[in-house]
């Protein structure tokens, strides 16, 4: 294993775990993830839940993926996870959220520039 595929597996598995540890945090409390001076109500309670329902297993699946380094596995799941990502920071955008701007767009970086290199190593 070369020293960038070490470091791409370390990138994007840090960046899927990031975002299932925000979905966690988020479902707990989803206060965080709002704009400030907005409520919680029992549907944004309802869709944090949602939400860490699935980018749960999407982050096992990106880890699992990048540790049996199976590239015709690792390319999709990467570009899903990033364009994931990407719409994570366009919804922050439209929420005035600049936490969720930053670490998404970050995460969408991450695994948008992974991506490539696995199709082609």
Same mark, same amino acid.
């Given at each position: 294993?070369?020293? %960038?595929? =070490? ?12 975002? @299932?540890?925000?979905? &966690? ?5 989803? @206060? ?6 907005? =409520?919680?109500?029992?549907?944004? /309670?309802?869709?944090?839940? !949602? ?7 999407? $982050?096992? +699946? #990106?880890?699992? %993926?990048?540790?049996?380094? /199976?590239?015709? +596995? %690792?390319?999709?799941?990467? #570009? &899903?996870? *990033? !364009?994931?990502?990407? *719409? /994570?920071?366009?919804? *922050? !955008?439209?929420?005035? %959220?600049? @936490?969720? !701007?930053?670490?998404? $767009?970050?995460?969408? &970086? ?9 199709? =082609?190593?």
């Amino acid at each position: 294993m070369s020293a %960038v595929e =070490t470091m791409l597996i370390a990138a994007n598995a840090a960046a899927a775990l990031a975002a @299932g540890a925000s979905s &966690v945090l988020g479902a707990a409390r989803p @206060g965080l993830m709002l704009a400030s001076g907005e =409520t919680v109500t029992s549907g944004v /309670d309802f869709y944090a839940r !949602v939400y860490a329902i699935r980018a749960i297993p999407l $982050s096992i +699946a #990106v880890v699992a %993926v990048l540790l049996v380094a /199976d590239a015709s +596995a %690792v390319v999709p799941l990467l #570009v &899903v996870a *990033g !364009v994931i990502q990407a *719409g /994570d920071a366009a919804l *922050g !955008v439209l929420r005035r %959220v600049p @936490g969720m !701007v930053a670490g998404a $767009s970050v995460l969408a &970086v991450v695994h948008l520039l992974s991506a490539p290199w696995y199709a =082609t190593h």
